[in-house]
């Protein structure tokens, strides 16, 4: 496929009423650019890893009413789920496009992974000044890394069962990069290489 980026009608798509006609949207529309964005990724991370990394992509599977309000793909290095490990992704909500490294509320060790971000805090001053940080994979909000307060951020992913931690970057909807297919994929792979270092020091905790 030609990959354009993302259209209007694509964000329209969390505006569908009703969980079977919005997952028949999401596979029309969206999935087919997943798969062609997360291949790509995939790839990437792969090689610049050196180590086999699986696309999966969010089935919404669980969901008998309320249609989800996002959905995404997610890079990680087992080929069976992505929840429980250190996860790269691409996803879109009804008005941005969101590029994460992110450390959800299942992983096993995220304790001592956020406790070797807070004694790594450094790391964190050499990405992009544009990065944003969530909290809450569930919530479209996000913080900007240049006035995050990271250790209270990260004493909170450490000390808090549900916390979470997610760090990359928003691309709004009406951003014109979005409907440049080269640009935005260029966009995509330089956000996740410089969130590489933080994914290796973050696995030295996970094995």
Same mark, same amino acid.
Do not use: C
């Given at each position: 496929?030609?990959?354009?980026?993302?259209?209007?009608?694509?964000?329209?798509?969390?505006?569908?009423?009703?969980?079977?006609?919005?997952?028949?949207?999401?596979?029309?529309?969206?999935?087919?650019?997943?798969?062609?964005?997360?291949?790509?990724?995939?790839?990437?991370?792969?090689?610049?890893?050196?180590?086999?990394?699986?696309?999966?992509?969010?089935?919404?599977?669980?969901?008998?009413?309320?249609?989800?309000?996002?959905?995404?793909?997610?890079?990680?290095?087992?080929?069976?789920?992505?929840?429980?490990?250190?996860?790269?992704?691409?996803?879109?909500?009804?008005?941005?496009?969101?590029?994460?490294?992110?450390?959800?509320?299942?992983?096993?060790?995220?304790?001592? /992974?956020? #406790? $070797? @971000?807070?004694?790594?805090?450094?790391?964190?001053?050499?990405?992009?000044? +544009? =990065?944003?940080?969530?909290?809450?994979?569930?919530?479209?909000?996000?913080?900007?890394?240049?006035?995050?307060?990271?250790?209270?951020?990260?004493?909170?992913?450490?000390?808090?069962?549900?916390?979470?931690?997610?760090?990359?970057?928003?691309?709004?909807?009406?951003?014109?990069?979005?409907?440049?297919?080269?640009?935005?994929?260029?966009? /995509?792979? #330089? $956000? @996740?290489?410089?969130?590489?270092?933080?994914?290796?020091?973050?696995?030295? +905790? =996970?094995?």
């Amino acid at each position: 496929m030609t990959f354009n980026g993302f259209t209007q009608q694509d964000f329209a798509t969390f505006m569908i009423p009703g969980l079977a006609e919005r997952m028949e949207a999401i596979e029309t529309r969206i999935r087919p650019k997943f798969r062609y964005i997360g291949q790509r990724a995939t790839d990437q991370l792969s090689m610049q890893l050196n180590q086999e990394m699986f696309l999966h992509i969010a089935k919404h599977a669980r969901r008998t009413v309320n249609p989800p309000q996002d959905t995404w793909l997610a890079i990680a290095n087992n080929k069976r789920g992505y929840k429980k490990h250190p996860h790269f992704q691409v996803g879109i909500f009804d008005d941005h496009i969101f590029i994460w490294l992110a450390f959800i509320y299942e992983l096993p060790n995220k304790s001592q /992974i956020a #406790s $070797t @971000f807070m004694s790594e805090q450094e790391m964190f001053d050499e990405l992009p000044n +544009d =990065f944003v940080v969530s909290l809450d994979h569930m919530k479209k909000d996000a913080t900007p890394l240049a006035t995050l307060d990271k250790e209270a951020a990260l004493k909170r992913f450490r000390d808090v069962k549900k916390a979470e931690f997610l760090i990359g970057r928003h691309i709004k909807k009406d951003d014109p990069i979005l409907q440049d297919g080269t640009a935005l994929l260029t966009k /995509i792979e #330089s $956000t @996740f290489d410089a969130l590489v270092p933080l994914y290796k020091l973050a696995y030295q +905790d =996970f094995n």
